[in-house]
Antibody, heavy 118, light 106 residues
Framework: EVQLVESGGGLVQPGGSLRLSCAAS????????MGWVRQAPGKGPEWVSI???????YDAESVKGRFAISRDDSRNTLFLQMNNLRAEDTAVYYC????????????WGQGTLVTVSS | EIVMTQSPATLSVSPGERATLSCRAS?????LAWYQQKPGQAPRLLIS???NRATGVPARFSGSGSGTEFTLTITSLQSEDFAVYYC?????????FGQGTKLEIK
């Protein structure tokens, strides 16, 4: 059974950093396209970052230079390092397993809330 | 970046009736998905490739359209269908979502 379990969210001050983790089970993170999708309160989802199975990575313009996606194949875990956080980064962050090589989410984690506030 | 626009923002329909949700892309796309989201839950994939139902999705959900105009149709609405629906293109990076249509009970 495919499972994605996020952790690492919380309250952080503007300018601060957080590292989100997504522990995967039932499949190999390294063999799949993986990503992070966020959803601000009352808004639609927004793609943040993705990593292809070959290691290529893409970020949304809104987070470029501040966020970094990575994975640890030995731990079958996906990460999102978030630096220089802003109030507008406040959202529920979902870990996502994409369908084949398409930017479509086939499996979602339960989400972890990141709140950026002083 | 391709902008996805959904209409209407809110749709009120009675159980047992048909709901028709629209999604328009700012430029032609070939890859279009629909998701359903209930309060407190992650979105759930319903349709990919504009018209292909995901595994386990009931046949009352159907997707259609091409180019810039797409439609999600739900026939014989059940109580569990009342939720927010999002379209998303996945032609290229970044894929983008519409702002959603809330389907509520009339």
């Amino acid at each position: 059974e495919v499972q994605l379990v996020e952790s690492g969210g919380g309250l952080v001050q503007p300018g601060g950093s957080l590292r989100l983790s997504c522990a995967a089970s039932g499949f190999s993170v390294s063999a799949n396209y993986m990503g992070w999708v966020r959803q601000a309160p009352g808004k639609g989802p927004e793609w943040v970052s993705i990593i292809h199975s070959d290691g290529r990575m893409y970020d949304a313009e809104s987070v470029k230079g501040r966020f970094a996606i990575s994975r640890d194949d030995s731990r079958n875990t996906l990460f999102l390092q978030m630096n220089n956080l802003r109030a507008e980064d406040t959202a529920v962050y979902y870990c996502a397993r994409l369908i084949a090589s398409y930017y479509v989410v086939g499996y979602w984690g339960q989400g972890t809330l990141v709140t950026v506030s002083s | 970046e391709i902008v996805m626009t959904q209409s209407p923002a809110t749709l009120s329909v009675s159980p047992g009736e048909r709901a028709t949700l629209s999604c328009r892309a700012s430029q032609s796309v070939t890859n279009l998905a629909w998701y359903q989201q209930k309060p407190g839950q992650a979105p759930r994939l319903l349709i990919s490739g504009a018209s292909n139902r995901a595994t386990g999705v009931p046949a009352r959900f159907s997707g259609s359209g091409s180019g810039t105009e797409f439609t999600l149709t739900i026939t014989s609405l059940q109580s569990e269908d009342f939720a927010v629906y999002y379209c998303q293109h996945y032609n290229n990076w970044p894929p983008t979502f519409g702002q959603g249509t809330k389907l509520e009970i009339k």
